[in-house]
């Protein structure tokens, strides 16, 4: 990590307080904190979670992360993840558009595959810089497993509450590839107030576990007109609903609109760096509601309009929404209205 002391957070911005939510409890089954879980996962989509274990982790993938942005442009970008939809490896500043003026983003990001650090040695979809290999064995497979495990508790949460099946969303969430991957992300200190790092979007895959440092994260809760920061709190990650997720659900989890704007106050000197673990299906998983597998999920969709039900079924599979999402923002397809990230 570049620096570890920052300012703090400004005490006189308007902030969303996220529950927050014990893994340690979530874990040993307490039946409250589950409640908790649901309860956030359904209203805000968005959740603190302590004791998870992850922050030594963390801080070596930022560490990971540092020692790769340093790498020169011109040996990044022989990992560029392309304009193809295909989200793993390096992505430059400005790849991105921000809003549909078509302003570029501000973020480089690394992104690690969690089908290459469980496959390592060996190569599953694709190579990345040196000081990603020499660091695979040390930070980045220990952070992908400890992610998964996180995620897989809240998975299996939810499929409980949701009446599915035994094991049916861990079902969705292995033994295929997938688009599930971990993140680093660098914006620069100093941007101009007023300017995205991130555009406004929703997280497109199932759960998405992520640490930051500084502020920028906003979120735009449901009946509130205004953007509201998300302050980061030590120890806690922030966690959040993606699309796959409400789609599966029938809309039962909430899948909320975020961006990352510069960090507020004294704190926008700093670069800001955050770290993801996305979990998102299994390639072939056709995303709609599984109404046939849960009498809650039906009773649900059973009430919408048509139209509302439409917008659950988007008619795809798990890659080809990745894959959609991916092309829309790139500067180069010029599309920008629908989605980022
Ligand atoms: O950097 C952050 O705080 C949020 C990043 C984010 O929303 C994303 O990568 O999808
Ligand atoms: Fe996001």
């Known amino acids: 990590m570049p620096v570890t002391?920052?300012?703090?957070?400004?005490?006189?911005?308007?902030?969303?307080?996220?529950?927050?939510?014990?893994?340690?409890?979530?874990?040993?089954?307490?039946?409250?904190?589950m409640d908790k879980l649901w309860d956030a996962a359904t209203l805000l989509g968005f959740w603190y979670l302590k004791n998870h274990g992850a922050d030594e982790d963390v801080e070596r993938m930022f560490d990971m992360?540092?020692?790769?942005?340093?790498?020169?442009?011109?040996?990044?970008?022989?990992?560029?993840?392309?304009?193809?939809?295909?989200?793993?490896?390096y992505k430059f500043a400005g790849a991105n558009v921000v809003d549909?003026?078509?302003?570029?983003?501000?973020?480089?990001?690394?992104?690690i595959a969690k089908d290459d650090a469980l496959a390592w040695p060996k190569q599953a979809r694709r190579s990345y810089p040196s000081t990603v290999n020499s660091r695979m064995d040390s930070t980045i497979v220990p952070f992908v497993k400890k992610s998964i495990e996180i995620n897989s508790v809240c998975l299996n949460i939810f499929n409980d509450k949701l009446?599915?099946?035994?094991?049916?969303?861990?079902?969705?969430?292995?033994?295929?590839?997938?688009?599930?991957?971990?993140?680093?992300?660098?914006?620069?200190?100093?941007?101009?107030?007023?300017?995205?790092?991130?555009?406004?979007?929703?997280?497109?895959?199932?759960?998405?576990?992520?640490?930051?440092?500084?502020?920028?994260?906003q979120v735009l809760p449901p009946g509130v007109e205004e953007w509201l920061y998300v302050k980061p709190?030590?120890?806690?990650?922030?966690?959040?609903?993606?699309?796959?997720?409400?789609f599966l659900s029938g809309g039962i989890l909430r899948s909320n609109m975020h961006r990352v704007v510069p960090p507020p106050g004294a704190q926008a000197g700093f670069e800001r760096w955050s770290q993801v673990f996305f979990t998102r299906p299994v390639n072939s998983v056709v995303l709609r509601p599984l109404?046939?597998?849960?009498?809650?999920?039906?009773?649900?969709?059973?009430?919408?309009?048509?139209?509302?039900?439409?917008?659950?079924?988007?008619?795809?599979?798990a890659y080809d929404w990745v894959e959609k999402r991916l092309r829309n923002p790139r500067l180069k397809s010029i599309k920008p209205a629908e989605a980022q990230s």
């Open 5 to 33: 002391a920052f300012p703090e957070f400004p005490t006189n911005i308007p902030t969303h307080p996220l529950v927050v939510v014990d893994y340690e409890l979530l874990k040993n089954g307490d039946k409250r904190e």
């Open 65 to 89: 992360g540092a020692e790769t942005m340093d790498l020169p442009m011109e040996e990044k970008m022989k990992y560029e993840r392309g304009d193809d939809g295909f989200s793993f490896g």
């Open 233 to 246: 709190i030590p120890g806690h990650a922030i966690c959040n609903v993606g699309d796959a997720l409400t």
């Open 291 to 317: 109404s046939d597998e849960s009498p809650l999920i039906a009773e649900t969709v059973s009430k919408l309009s048509d139209k509302q039900k439409e917008a659950l079924t988007p008619g795809m599979t």
């Open 163 to 217: 009446g599915l099946a035994e094991g049916t969303l861990l079902k969705l969430h292995s033994g295929e590839y997938s688009a599930c991957e971990a993140r680093t992300i660098k914006a620069p200190k100093n941007l101009p107030v007023g300017k995205m790092a991130l555009g406004a979007h929703t997280d497109f895959g199932s759960l998405s576990f992520l640490h930051n440092r500084l502020g920028g994260l």
């Open 100 to 111: 549909a003026s078509g302003e570029p983003d501000k973020v480089e990001f690394l992104v």
